[in-house]
T-cell receptor, first 113, second 112 residues
Framework: KQEVTQIPAALSVPEGENLVLNCSFT??????LQWFRQDPGKGLTSLLL?????REQTSGRLNASLDKSSGRSTLYIAASQPGDSATYLC????????????FGKGTLLTVNP | DGGITQSPKYLFRKEGQNVTLSCEQN?????MYWYRQDPGQGLRLIYY???????QKGDIAEGYSVSREKKESFPLTVTSAQKNPTAFYLC???????????FGEGSWLTVV
């Protein structure tokens, strides 16, 4: 059974810092991995999707990497801003269809002005 | 604008009552999903539907029911058989081929 772990559970940084969020998974036979952002009391917003054949994806100040063999993904946020404060979740697709998504519990990020 | 609309945002249910959460999407997606999120927990799949008139149980389907009579609609009924229904419920949709999944804004259900 696929298990997804996100470390740390919470992170507080000053504005302007570069930071890395971690996601690990137990079964390396994945189809893709997705990173999401969730604001308090809101739904999830997709940030990046990395297919199993890819090593990384970039969108603006965000860069996600994937190392299938070691069961790890990282989300790098450059020049953090207070507006980046949110919970970040990763989800692993083990079956090639979204009903096979396994979510981590998330990392709560606070960026202090 | 294209997206997923969930209603109501907040719902209170008395013990023994059934309640229905609405989910409508205008993204022309074939696949739709219902997730439950408890505080500090990851999302858990309740039901999913890959095509109209077909749906499958997820990991925690007991006490819930769904229907998929139209492509754009996937309502979730929380029955009185669900022992601990207080949670945040999220509806989602996708093209169903392992591509990006899109979420609604969620519905809060509280049992009083």
């Amino acid at each position: 059974k696929q298990e997804v772990t996100q470390i740390p559970a919470a992170l507080s940084v000053p504005e302007g810092e570069n930071l890395v969020l971690n996601c690990s998974f137990t079964d390396s036979a994945i189809y893709n991995l997705q990173w999401f952002r969730q604001d308090p009391g809101k739904g999830l917003t997709s940030l990046l999707l990395i297919q199993s054949s890819q090593r990384e994806q970039t969108s603006g100040r965000l860069n996600a990497s994937l190392d299938k063999s070691s069961g790890r993904s990282t989300l790098y946020i450059a020049a953090s801003q207070p507006g980046d404060s949110a919970t970040y979740l990763c989800a692993v697709d083990s079956g090639g269809s979204n009903y096979k998504l396994t979510f981590g519990k998330g990392t709560l990020l606070t960026v202090n002005p | 604008d294209g997206g997923i609309t969930q209603s109501p945002k907040y719902l209170f249910r008395k013990e023994g009552q059934n309640v229905t959460l609405s989910c409508e999407q205008n993204l022309n997606h074939d696949a739709m999903y219902w997730y439950r999120q408890d505080p500090g927990q990851g999302l858990r799949l309740i039901y999913y539907s890959q095509i109209v008139n077909d749906f499958q149980k997820g990991d925690i389907a007991e006490g819930y029911s769904v229907s998929r009579e139209k492509k754009e609609s996937f309502p979730l009924t929380v029955t009185s058989a669900q022992k601990n229904p207080t949670a945040f419920y999220l509806c989602a949709s996708s093209t169903g081929s392992g591509n990006t999944i899109y979420f609604g804004e969620g519905s809060w259900l509280t049992v009083v």
